[in-house]
């Protein structure tokens, strides 16, 4: 078989691994059906779920004018004996999140927060809110604002509790009239402007931090809240036990108390923001108006006890039951580059794609075939636009899915095809194939009828367009350098606009090959026809095996030794079969007839071992790194808050096995003596998320911090924004990002 046949024919196993593909990628969609019906969904721009009721409301009563302010907020109303939280939660417990997209020309502001009111929980204490609350949002549009309407897109997640803690989320949208007045909520907005604290000077006022204590001596409060007890709620947390007794006083105009400080607290600030207010009964949702004073710090602050062997039972209990809901308690920002930028990394990602050690044999192999016959222009031509076709079509298809399923519901992100056991068995039994013919253990034309062995010869073009789909199959997932932001981007953009983002992707891909085809200087650039490219040929089919040893081992981090040992079994029955029906004679016969019936008895007998998901890794083992006491632990949202709570430094290494940067990575620069050292010096947690299979956790924590694919390498230090590095990493960079800069 000459060498335009050796990939071209092998295509036509192809529909075999469209099968793969399509059935379990299927079967997420009632799945995702089914998701759409659980309670709590948003219907008519209305949340309701059994502990709250939640939408979006507006207030401007003059329209939408440039170079004014107006308001928009997150209405919950909660069910009685449950609350939400202020932005300081007390004991345990989050912050409602907003998170807003306006067009150009609109920002939006700070949560402009309600006096909030205590709840006593045991021996802990919360600050937050009950029954019917706002929380307002100025929205400032700029002089240049143009436009009939005002689109406005409400992402909110809030964690609501009684004494057990359930994270929400939902997505709102309003269309706000530029000439008409929406004011159908003014009394609403008035009230939280009440309910809101008044600023007032600090004035004589002082807090002196002594041995276990806090001192309070506020002047300048309103006169009628003499000889009443008040409320005493700091905005930065961790500095004092809102659950623990206090006592307080009045001294004429002054308001005195003693509070007790935090022993575990990680500030010492000299000035400290705080809101006092009346205490009042819950069921009013907001708390009665307060003030607001930035006070100074008098004296020197005591040193803060070490931190427990384990944080308390019940704040554990809150942070569990939150955290394995509702993925890690901090999200960062959602990646913040321009659409125009998005589509540079992608066109920069797809020709990096390239390089991947699994597409690169498909490619070179295609090139040399193109080498054979430069001289017709011609049909190359077409035959790149057919190649860059099907690499286009199938970056579209794929994401068009991921976008679908994940409107649907389902925690997906890119390259999920291969966390299918399916998939990458599929996979592996192609490129068996594909190095089984260019090691010249068989040719297609004696396997198959003539009619069919001859279809590539007939149709090149066609053959082109499905070497681009195969392509696209086993390069996606390799998520390769300055894809990352690109696709965490893509995710959160209009329909039209995330596939854009997929087709330059693919165009990237495919420009070397179309360049190949349509210029000249580049055709002429090829080596020409001769001996070598048989020998080319063989040797291609070692790349090929390497690639089915990289499948084994994926599909063994999630059928365990089992599954792979069974799926490589099978692959040997499946060489034997071919063999045998590549003889002559009565051999051919008799041999491939009990082959293919020992194959498809070994398919029946092991074959469920090959798709059969293991149980997870158990959770308390460690990866020692060769530094004492240094190992990677495995990522969970639980012990992430458990090592934030002890003021430790956290690394996250979102991974997986089919990722091949995730492998470099982790045998270079996190493997990097200097690195591991810096994490010893200062006992950096080291937690690895492994992606490699479907984990919603996962999928969720990526999206927190704009991704949607891996690698991602995150740093989580106490008191700072996460710090999301490179997909590449270098020494320097992590060095930096533990120490900091």
């Known amino acids: 078989m000459n060498l335009s046949l050796l990939a071209a024919r092998a295509r036509q196993t192809l529909c075999l691994l469209s099968v793969a593909l399509l059935a379990p990628l299927a079967s997420f969609a009632p799945l995702a059906a089914a998701q759409t019906g659980l309670p709590g969904g948003v219907a008519n721009g209305v949340f309701q779920s059994a502990q709250t009721r939640a939408e979006l409301v507006a207030h401007a009563p003059d329209g939408v004018r440039p ?32 998170r807003w997209t306006l067009p150009e020309g609109v920002s939006a502001g700070e949560i402009a927060w309600p006096t909030p009111r205590k709840f006593p929980i045991g021996t802990l204490a919360n600050y937050g809110y009950d029954g019917s609350v706002v929380l307002p949002v100025p929205l400032q549009v700029s002089d240049n604002f143009r436009g009939s309407a005002l689109p406005v897109k409400l992402d909110a997640a809030w964690l609501v509790c009684r004494k057990e803690c359930i994270p929400e989320e939902a997505s709102f949208t309003l269309n706000l009239p530029a000439n008409g007045s929406t004011a159908g909520h003014a009394a609403l907005f008035e009230a939280m402007r009440a309910a809101q604290p008044r600023a007032i000077p600090a004035g004589t006022s002082q807090l002196q931090p ?33 659950g623990a007794a206090w006592t307080q006083a009045w001294d004429g105009a002054r308001w005195t108390a003693r509070i007790p400080l935090s022993p575990h607290r990680f500030e010492a600030p000299t000035q400290m923001a705080l809101v006092v207010a009346p205490a009042n009964p819950p069921g009013q949702g907001a708390g009665a108006a307060g003030v607001r004073l930035d006070v100074p710090v008098q004296g020197a602050w005591p040193a803060a006890a070490p931190l427990p062997a384990a944080v308390p039972d019940a704040l554990q209990a809150a942070l569990d039951a939150n955290a394995a809901r509702n993925g890690p308690p901090a999200a960062a920002p959602a990646s913040s580059i321009g659409f125009g930028a998005a589509l540079l990394g992608a066109l920069i990602g797809g020709l990096i794609l390239n390089l991947m050690p699994c597409v690169f044999p498909v490619l070179a192999i295609k090139v040399v075939a193109f080498a054979r016959h430069a001289d017709d222009r011609r049909a190359h031509r077409a035959a790149g636009l057919a190649y860059t076709a099907g690499v286009l079509l199938s970056f579209l298809a794929l994401g068009a899915l991921l976008l679908g399923l994940r409107a649907a519901g389902e925690q997906l992100g890119w390259g999920f095809q291969l966390q299918s056991p399916a998939v990458v068995a599929a996979l592996a039994v192609l490129f068996t194939v594909i190095g089984l013919n260019l090691a010249g253990l068989f040719e297609f034309g004696h396997l198959l009828p003539s009619r069919l062995a001859g279809l590539q010869a007939r149709h090149p073009t066609a053959d082109a367009f499905l070497t681009g789909v195969l392509a696209t199959a086993v390069a996606s997932p390799c998520t390769a350098p300055f894809m990352g932001a690109s696709l965490g981007l893509a995710i959160a953009l209009p329909p039209a606009q995330a596939l854009a983002i997929f087709a330059v992707l693919g165009l990237g891909m495919a420009l070397p090959y179309l360049l190949a085809s349509w210029v000249p200087a580049v055709a002429q650039r090829l080596p020409r ?3 070598w490219m048989q020998g080319f040929k063989q040797f291609m089919a070692f790349p090929m095996f390497a690639t089915v040893v990289w499948l084994l081992w994926v599909l063994g981090q999630q059928s365990g030794i089992d599954g792979a040992a069974a799926l490589l079994m099978l692959l040997v029955g499946l060489a034997l079969a071919i063999w045998a029906w590549g003889l002559g004679g009565k051999g051919r016969a008799v041999l491939g007839s009990l082959s293919l019936l ?10 469920p071992q090959v798709v059969k998901l293991q149980d997870a890794p158990a959770a308390s083992t460690s990866a020692p790194t060769g ?89 989580h230090r106490p008191g700072q924004p996460v710090k999301v590095l490179s997909e590449v990493l270098s020494v320097d960079e992590v060095r930096a990002a533990l120490a900091g800069r």
């Open 67 to 98: 170079g004014q302010t107006l308001w928009v907020g997150l209405r919950l109303d909660h069910a009685p004996e449950w609350h939400t939280y202020w932005k300081n939660a007390g004991d345990s417990g989050l912050p409602t999140e907003l």
């Open 210 to 242: 002594e041995d276990g204590f806090l001192r309070v001596a506020l002047d300048g409060l309103p006169a009628d809240w003499r000889q009443r007890p008040l409320e005493f709620f700091p905005e930065l947390t961790g500095v004092i036990e809102p």
């Open 529 to 531: 026809p001769g001996p």
């Open 598 to 607: 020992a194959l498809l008895a070994l398919g029946v007998a092991i074959g």
């Open 627 to 715: 530094v004492q006491g240094v190992a990677w632990e495995p990522w969970s949202p639980q012990r992430q808050a458990e090592l934030s709570a002890q003021g430790r430094t956290v690394f996250v290494d979102f991974t997986a096995a089919w990722c091949v940067t995730c492998q470099y990575n982790k045998r270079t620069t996190l493997a990097d003596a200097r690195v591991l050292g810096d994490v010893a010096e200062r006992q950096v947690a080291l937690l690895r998320a492994d992606w490699t299979r479907r984990d919603p956790a996962v999928t969720q924590a990526l999206a927190a911090l704009g991704r949607n694919g891996v690698p991602v390498y995150a740093v």
